[in-house]
């Protein structure tokens, strides 16, 4: 199982740095929107559906949605940029839900019978996944090197493998039993001090090859990184609540070892609107190309 799930993870980062840092912006939107779809598929489950054409019929409105979405972001192989103020109304689309969606997992299991319906989690399959594409792709938009890309999966990374490693040395205390026995918050605490950490290292090349930072600018983007933390968390326990929803350990099973695209990209899926939302807003007048 060990060997399997490493092997896994080596392919997932050589598939990652090849899309990322190689192909064009445009190709990376249709990267992502491949790897999307597949975990709009392991979303039926999460839903609960069992008609092979009820999961067809949810899977070709996503990818019609997502066609749309593309279009009203400017999506095109010959754009060097995409609409700014469409991309900030999707992902602050997304910043609104993933605010919502903490007052669910404050208020599970109690409130469990009024948001587990078909109808609901469908709209949220949407609200969770499509503002993440969108954010991921103006990242690469952003600096199509791909650093921001890989600076916001290396903070997310560091945030659970500092949680982990916390969480085993000192946990004590349960962040939300009835979702994840495992995590508590004293490991919370560590994954934020580790992606602090990593955010103060990151700003060394980030003033040297990319942009000067100001001491107002370091402060704002220490900020941010805290912001993404914490929403990293929240789509992480997130996932887990629509999974027990279900009865279920792992989102698929396109992973060997690792289990579905969901269950790696669920921290991600609220980090990236957080992340670029809040970078554009207050970082706006940074150039990063």
Known sequence: MLKTRVI????????????????SAFHFALFMSLVLMVGVVEWTSLMGLVSLTARILYVSCFALTLVLLGWFVGLQSDAAVLNRDTVLLVCGAGVVFWLYAMTLLWGYPENHDRWCNRPQTALIGLLTLAPAWCA???????DPRGSLVFALIALVSVV????Y?????????KLAPALSPGKSWEGFW??????LILTALLLIP???FVT???????????AIVQLVAVFSVVGDLFESMLKRSQGLKDSGRALPGHGGVLDRIDSLTSA????VFSLMILMKDVSWQ
């Open 206 to 208: 980030l003033h040297r």
């Open 165 to 173: 490693f916390t969480g085993r040395a000192w946990g004590r205390r």
């Open 160 to 163: 659970d493998i500092g949680a």
């Open 8 to 23: 896994t993870a080596l392919v997932m980062l050589a598939v990652l740095y090849l899309a990322t840092a190689w192909l």
């Open 272 to 275: 990236a609107p957080v992340f």
């Open 136 to 142: 991921l792709v103006q990242l690469k938009y952003l």
């Open 190 to 195: 560590g994954g934020l001090c580790a992606c």
């Open 212 to 222: 000067p930072l100001t001491v107002p600018m370091v402060i704002v983007l220490l």
